[in-house]
């Protein structure tokens, strides 16, 4: 084991992105365009059912509860007949027959991964891998779900062989990549990140691979994006500021469907109607949506040929065509630029393809990105993000007081536990993660200037905790910065909102 910083550890993340890079072009480079990428694209069908239905498609409490238990050990693996025929039968009368085949053969290839990966020496019922049970085999598609997308976008950058991709294979032939590759190329572009924002950045490193003195974990709760006030905190938090709108019925016998998508269109401009989402720009977007919706296959598939695609983009006129064929049509490209695609189709040449759940997903990231710049929806969003901390300071056990304002000095949420008062700056500004991969520079840049803004934050709240001290009865204050949005710094007192559980344990010890 030896520890190696600086250049010295920046040529070892350079190469091994180069590296990891290259061996997923060579991999798909075998294979023929079209048939690997229906193959893929079915197979990602197959794991999105998988990760939701346990979560979204069964009512019934102990089915769902006796579902994620289920065991994906050796003897279901040896014998995996008597469990098969157990989850058809217990699901029978709640799905359509070909959602859960799709489910049960993925259930089959989790078991059969998770063997596979134990014969390569890595435990398959880790932290990292959980392949033990349904809802561990859920937990660990979910945390991968990213990557399965991002593969299907570098689909056609990288195809030029002549081997034909099964889809029955498809999970077995690429799951290896995905772990070993795509995986790792997110996490070096992150350790360089790491490595250009903190000075004591270092890499223990041995023939089994580098271990890093610090980590960066850029995601919510379910491998979620950090957005500034997402359409759950909304319901949660702002429900009774918004109407529900007209819903169609939705055949519940199904995961997805080009219903459900044209119900999340609504209810995204429902939701954020306050801030004037519903404006020309976002309605054409919508409409266009709701439009590319009508050539559903499969209530899943979208595939729309070439020149009725464009015809399309041309008969509305919110919207430049040519700028919208850029953002709706994925440019190909390697796998780390893919890591941050959010548009929705993919380029075949004489016909373009996505799927229900991939024009959500872009429809709500144009969202993000049209409210982001509005001054009415960043201040509201402020005070909903408060309003988030103090509902996770209260689950943690910490009494949330209403203190706002004393003699003209504002504050955000000051609570207390165990005698001591916490004085906690809740801090909103946006950080485009994409940048990691896409413009490293800029985003370390902004990283510091955040870090300085934050630094300068703390030393003002520390100048006048004698306010908090008078006012509540109480010798201790401890000060806190939670940012929404992840940053990278080595001050203990900027806490991450994804790591805001770190406020309980500071509780716990009496900070």
Known sequence: MRTISGPEARALVESQLAAHGNGVLSVLAQYRRDDAIAAW????????????????????????????????????????????????????????????????????????????????????????ITLDTIG???????????????????????????????????????????????????GFHQKLALLEALPDFSLDVDHIGAMASHGFETLDDYFLEPERASIHVMAELRGDQFTMPDMEPLDRRKIFSAAELRNGAKLIGATYEAFGLKDSDFSAMGLLVVAFARHCRDDYYVEIGGERFRSMLRAQSALDPAELETLLVNKPSDYATNSNAYQPFLDLGDRV??????????????????????????????FIFEDMVKRDLDGMGFAVTDIKR????????????GGVIF?????????????????????????????????????????????????????????????????????????????????????????
């Open 353 to 382: 393809v996505s799927n229900v759940n991939l024009l959500s997903r872009f429809l709500y990231a144009f969202k993000n990105v049209h409210l982001g710049s509005r001054r009415r929806f960043q201040i509201h969003a402020g």
């Open 406 to 417: 004393i003699n003209r000095k504002e504050f955000d949420v000051v609570a207390t536990r």
């Open 41 to 128: 694209h079915e197979t990602i069908r197959a794991v999105e059912e998988f990760i939701n239905l346990p979560k979204f498609g069964i009512a019934d409490d102990r089915l769902r509860a006796w579902l994620c238990a289920i065991r994906l050990d050796d003897a279901f693996v040896s014998n995996p007949g008597p469990t098969w025929l157990a989850v058809r039968q217990a699901l029978a009368g709640h799905l359509e027959p070909p959602v859960i085949s799709r489910f049960t053969r993925v259930m089959l290839y989790a078991g059969a991964m998770g063997a596979a990966f134990a014969q390569h020496g890595l435990n398959a019922r880790s932290a990292s």
């Open 136 to 186: 561990g085999a859920v937990d660990y598609f979910q945390s991968r779900r990213r990557h399965f997308v991002s593969l299907l976008y570098t689909m056609p950058y990288a195809y030029s062989g002549s081997v034909v991709l099964q889809p029955y294979d498809a999970l077995t032939v690429l799951m290896p990549q995905v772990e070993h590759s795509c995986i790792a190329i997110t």
């Open 423 to 511: 004085n906690i700056q809740c801090k909103n500004n946006w950080i485009d993660l994409s940048k990691i991969e896409a413009e490293r520079t800029l985003f370390v840049r902004y990283n510091r200037s955040l870090t300085n803004y934050y630094a300068r934050a703390l030393k003002k709240e520390r100048g006048r905790e004698h306010l908090l001290k008078q006012a509540l009865g109480m010798d201790k204050v401890v000060h806190y910065v939670v940012s929404r949005f992840p940053v990278i710094g080595a001050d203990p007192a900027v806490i991450n909102y994804n790591q805001i559980d770190r406020l309980g344990f500071a509780g716990q010890a009496g900070a």
